[in-house]
């Protein structure tokens, strides 16, 4: 679809005119603007606080999104690890310069166990782990139970995101 805009302005008494082209065959081109599907906004939604949060199936996989919509979205997903896990692997895949986001894991009654918050493309935590550090399984296996893990940017960040979690025995 070819947009053309020009806007032309001109002063009768200087004669200066200015024409502005924001076409698509100008060059920069202007990125396109953020548009996250239905789907992932609404991926296992409501889920906007720990006390919220909704089942995830590791074998399901999941694309999601933060949809701020000027509001501050964070999104809970309630795991339950089986006996004998002696590693657990979360891990998010985001482009970063559409928006940072972060990673934190917590036990059943919502101490923090881990996060990773960095300025990168990506996010994970793998327990047991030093960096960033896991308290869950140091000394493995990892305790049978629900866990939550929550994806969160700055306050009203936009983005799109994958979620994979492995349980290894």
């Known amino acids: 679809m ?11 008494q200087t004669g200066c005119s200015l024409i502005l082209d924001f076409s698509d065959s100008q060059i ?3 990125a396109p603007p953020d548009v996250f599907t239905v789907a992932e906004c609404s991926f296992k939604e409501p889920n906007d606080s720990f006390e919220a949060a909704i089942a995830y199936d590791p074998a399901e996989g999941g694309a999601a999104a933060l949809c701020a919509d000027g509001f501050d979205d964070t999104d809970f997903y309630k795991l339950t690890v089986p006996a004998g896990i002696t590693t657990l692997t979360i891990a998010i895949t985001f482009v970063d310069l559409a ?23 990506n996010e994970s935590i793998v327990c047991p782990g030093t960096a960033p550090a896991c308290m869950l399984g140091a000394t493995p296996p990892i305790a049978e139970g629900d866990y939550v893990f929550e994806v969160r940017g700055p306050l009203a960040v936009q983005n799109t995101y994958s979620i994979a979690v492995t349980l290894a025995p």
């Open 99 to 121: 928006g940072d986001l972060d990673l934190f894991l917590y036990d059943a009654t919502g101490i923090q166990q881990s996060f990773s918050a960095g300025n990168i493309d």
């Open 2 to 12: 070819v947009r053309l805009f020009a806007v032309a302005c001109c002063l009768a």
């Open 28 to 30: 920069p081109i202007d």
